[in-house]
């Protein structure tokens, strides 16, 4: 089975930064189509980013300019790193992988942005 674990979320003072990251392990096979989602309470889960099968990414535009995704297919795991934080950006946010039109999800890491 696929396991896909976040980690990275904390308490963050407008303005501030966190890089959230995606480990991949079990019958997983490549990083490309993986992304970040979030939801807030009352709330649906919406898409933050995610790469594109050539290579880019596609951001939501709430975020774009401010969060990057990344990854490292050596260590099969994403990275969000987002700069400038708002506190509309509270969420928890999931690593998700599409394969074959089936998600899959971690359990999500919480980021919550307050002064």
């Known amino acids: 089975q696929v396991q896909l674990v976040e980690s990275g979320g904390g308490l963050v003072q407008p303005g501030g930064s966190l890089r959230l990251s995606c480990a991949a392990s079990?019958?997983?096979?490549?990083?490309?189509?993986m992304g970040w989602y979030r939801q807030a309470p009352g709330k649906q889960r919406e898409l933050v980013a995610r790469?594109?099968?050539?290579?880019?990414?596609n951001y939501a535009d709430s975020v774009k300019g401010r969060f990057t995704i990344s990854g490292d297919n050596a260590k099969s795991t994403v990275y969000l790193r987002m700069n400038s934080l708002k506190p509309e950006d509270t969420a928890v946010y999931y690593c998700?992988?599409?394969?074959?039109?089936?998600?899959?999800w971690g359990q999500g890491t919480q980021v919550t942005v307050s002064s």
């Open positions: 998700n992988w599409n394969f074959y039109g089936n998600d899959y």
């Open positions: 790469f594109t099968a050539g290579g880019s990414a």
């Open positions: 079990g019958s997983f096979f490549s990083i490309s189509g």
